[in-house]
């Protein structure tokens, strides 16, 4: 079963399920039937929190066709704003204008009045953070998000932010969106995205500060999803590039080794490793099949002492 937290923010409570059913390549109009099918298994085991963005192509359309009809108040709805748009990928859209111009078409696509979290896909780190949260929290005032917060920020900027709000008596940033794995990853998959590094997360834990983590299972890495042979591969070259590096094959054999002593999927273990931070955290997990979805609930189980953590961490 899900396990679902609440998280207290300034205007009210968030419920959030430690695993957020996120968007797949399945989230399409003309393919409603496996939508029902895998939102009502993620549903029928305690799960509420879905997770989207306007860059996600049809996605929010389809999670609005799935909501028709629901209460609307069951389900925490996280989507995000800001993302480079595709013709243009390297332009940002940082600012109060396309803030607000997403979450204008996000609500109509979603086919409702509120998000319950609102993130920031991207960042531009030449522009002030001011306005942004300016705008964010007259958000909040509007109703027309309960919360918000980054994705792919990095803590400079985060603090910078969490400053302003304080300074100003906003309606304070109150979630974080890094990437976050077992993985060590040798570079960002996509431009502009953040990993978060050990300082990021010795911070979250000393303030006890959100964390929605995405790519939570490296792409299936730690599922032997790849073997060493497939440097080579040019097809693969984008996953080799992150993730193919010593550390990571010595985490993966960790893995299998606690998978066999605790009876699950070395998977699961990489997941529980993220699950089992010593902070607030979520895992984002875009699954394609039912079992997929399965596999990482049940990860919601597997609890990883002190010693097996620092274990996965130094892949010794």
Known sequence: ????????????????????????DYLKLNNMSKVHAMF???VNAGGLAIDTARHYRESESVIGEWLNGKPRSAYTIITKCCHPVRE????????????????????????TDYVDILLLHRDDINYPVGPLMETLSQLVDEQKIRAFGVSNWTLGRIKEALAYCQEHQLH????NSPNLSLAAVNCQRWDNTVTANQ????????????????????????GHRFKKEDKDN?????????????????RLDICDRLAREKGVKPIQVSLAYVLNQPFPVFATIGPEEEWHLQDSL???????????????RKGE
């Open 1 to 24: 079963m899900v396990k679902n937290e609440i998280i207290k923010v300034d205007s009210g409570e968030i419920r959030l399920s430690k695993i957020i059913l996120g968007s797949s």
């Open 40 to 42: 009502g298994a993620y």
């Open 88 to 111: 243009a990928p390297h332009a940002p859209r940082v600012t109060p204008e396309d803030i607000i111009q997403d979450l204008t078409t996000s609500l109509e696509m979603l086919g």
């Open 172 to 175: 304070p940033l109150s979630f």
């Open 199 to 222: 300082e990021m997360l010795d911070w979250h834990e000393a303030n006890q500060f959100p964390l929605i983590a995405w790519s939570a299972q490296a792409e299936g890495f730690f």
């Open 234 to 250: 040019p097809e693969l070259k984008e996953f080799v590039d992150v993730y193919f590096n010593e550390l990571n094959w010595k």
């Open 298 to 312: 049940d990860a919601l189980d597997i609890r990883l002492s002190d010693e097996e953590m620092e274990s996965l």
